[in-house]
């Protein structure tokens, strides 16, 4: 028996933009979320001990094997947190007003995210689950390397990482039938154009949507600070779908590339150019 049916795997890379995309589909009332990444779910606040800490990559080999026993564990902890959305001030509203219901909770959607290397678990979850539907996120590589280097890693390994996830996107986009490719530039441009695609992608009816919820997090801004557009970091609002565009930065992704000196685009695009066009972009 499995514990899930309908689910929806998001996935993506840190900084790559998954966080609209999750919110938007969490928007509708029919799709609810575990409130935590797979990852998250899957090795814990103490699973960083030092001595735990070899067992991850073994581990993620497994379930990357479709190893059902951790599958089955995975079912389980997506649906126990799933249910505990009651308990989250963030999530448990269906609309502005009205709290999600036991019963609700049951029926809807599970949406989980998958985040770097657990975008390796995809495949085996998309088989494992009934009702599986994939959805990757992709974003301009030199505004997702931008925020790992403005964090302290080289531009080199940013480039090595962002081409290693997103070649796995291509990868798995070309073998998986039930998928979808929605684009981060998009996604703040026209936020509803690309919530109606999603909603009608995993079979739900856009007309139920009547407000959008989105959380604000902290951006890098035109004088260099890293701060918020509108309410607390963290803090979720809804907001009338007509109005979420104004509160999305949509030059956010050319103000990060613009942040790079011309030696640390050269180093980036020649490692990660050809898969950006791939993805769409140009090089």
């Known amino acids: 028996m499995k514990y899930n049916n309908k689910v929806i795997i998001v996935n993506g890379m840190q900084r790559g933009g998954t966080n609209i995309v999750w919110n938007l589909l969490q928007s509708h009332p029919k799709i609810v979320s575990p409130g935590l990444e797979t990852g998250e779910l899957l090795f ?15 581990l993620r080999l497994l379930l990357s094997e479709h190893f059902p026993p951790l599958l089955k564990r995975l079912d389980r902890v997506l649906y126990e947190n799933k249910m505990r959305t009651l308990q989250d001030d963030n999530n448990k509203y269906k609309n502005p007003k009205e709290i999600y219901t036991r019963e609700e909770l049951e029926d809807a959607a599970l949406t989980a995210k998958s985040v770097g290397d657990d975008i390796f678990f995809t495949p085996a979850m998309s088989d494992y689950f009934p009702q599986a539907y994939v959805i990757y996120v992709v974003r301009n590589g030199l505004a997702v390397c931008e925020g790992w280097v403005r964090r302290g890693v080289t531009p080199s390994k940013a480039a090595h990482v962002y081409k290693k996830l997103m070649e796995e996107v291509v990868h798995q986009s070309n073998h998986l ?11 703040l441009s026209d936020p509803m154009g690309q919530a109606v695609r999603m909603y009608k992608f995993v079979g739900l009816d856009a007309k139920d ?26 803090q979720k609002i809804w907001l009338d779908p007509e109005g979420v565009k104004d ?20 180093t980036i695009v020649r490692i990660i150019g050809p898969t950006m066009q791939k993805l769409g972009y140009g090089s």
């Open 44 to 58: 814990p606040a103490w699973a960083s001990n030092r001595l735990f800490k070899p067992l991850k990559a073994p």
């Open 177 to 187: 039938e039930n998928h979808l490719i929605v684009n981060f530039e998009d996604c």
């Open 209 to 234: 949507v009547k407000h959008i919820r989105i959380k604000s997090k902290k951006i890098i801004q035109d004088n260099g600070t890293h701060e918020t557009d509108f309410a607390k970091a963290g």
């Open 247 to 266: 509160y999305l930065d949509a030059s956010i992704t050319q103000r990060q590339i613009d942040r790079l000196s011309v030696r640390d685009k050269e």
